[in-house]
């Protein structure tokens, strides 16, 4: 079986020969992380991509997403919206969505919520890809670091020095940044943090400690 494709091929060129697999296309990983940080909405539209193995076929093909709700917190109406049962793989293709709202709530302000959902094996689309057939979705108001670079004072500290929760609003906002950057790069990193250094500088900025937000050496 050729696993390696990522889905099925529609210029006749290569195909996978097994039976359909049907998973979820977000890379490697088995969980999406998603912050109200970093909109004004009072909702996140998500979309998640869902691909199968196999050839496309000329009739459309439904697939089913279950809630495993042993690892789910996110309450139906309350938590998201728009959630469905049944979804559709189109007529000749091999890639769809499953595409849900995240609502905001003031819980979010001080945790996360969460729901895993399952594609479920059928005649049509039976168990290929196990592993690839989870996903964990996780929303929460609160800032989230890279998960690579949860050590602020190693990476983030020598440039934007000492990390309250209302600096690093100020990094995203004063930067136009929507994350922080995930990747080391010297000057890059230089350069933004020299711009909000003299931006508190420039401004009196309190922490949520109600500490004065004061300026920084940048580098050695």
Not at 103 to 110: F, M
């Amino acid at each position: 079986m050729l696993l390696g494709l990522a889905a099925c091929d529609t210029d006749n060129s290569m195909y996978y020969e097994g039976e359909a697999g049907l998973y979820f296309a977000e890379g490697k990983v088995d969980s999406v992380i998603y912050s109200f940080t970093t909109t004004t909405e009072s909702f996140i539209e998500v979309r998640l991509p869902v691909e199968t193995l196999g050839r496309p076929v000329g009739i459309d093909r439904n697939f089913i997403v279950q809630i495993d709700e042993s690892e789910s917190t996110a309450v139906e109406g309350e938590d998201y919206e728009g959630l469905q049962n049944l979804y559709v793989m189109p007529a000749n293709l091999c890639s769809s969505e499953v595409v849900f709202r995240l609502l905001y709530t003031p819980k979010l302000d001080e945790g996360s919520v969460r729901i895993t959902l399952t594609l479920e094996n059928s005649d049509i689309f039976p168990d290929i890809l196990p592993e690839k057939r989870r996903m964990q979705v996780i929303w929460t108001n609160e800032l989230i670091l890279p998960v690579a670079m949860e050590d602020w004072d190693w990476f983030y500290g020598r440039y934007f020095g000492p990390y309250s929760k209302v600096k690093h609003r100020y990094i995203l906002s004063v930067l136009g940044l929507t994350e922080l950057p995930d990747k080391f790069d010297g000057a890059r990193m230089y350069y933004m943090g020299l711009k909000l250094n003299n931006y508190f500088a420039d401004h009196e900025v309190y922490d949520e400690h109600g500490n004065l937000i004061e300026t920084w050496i940048i580098g050695e």
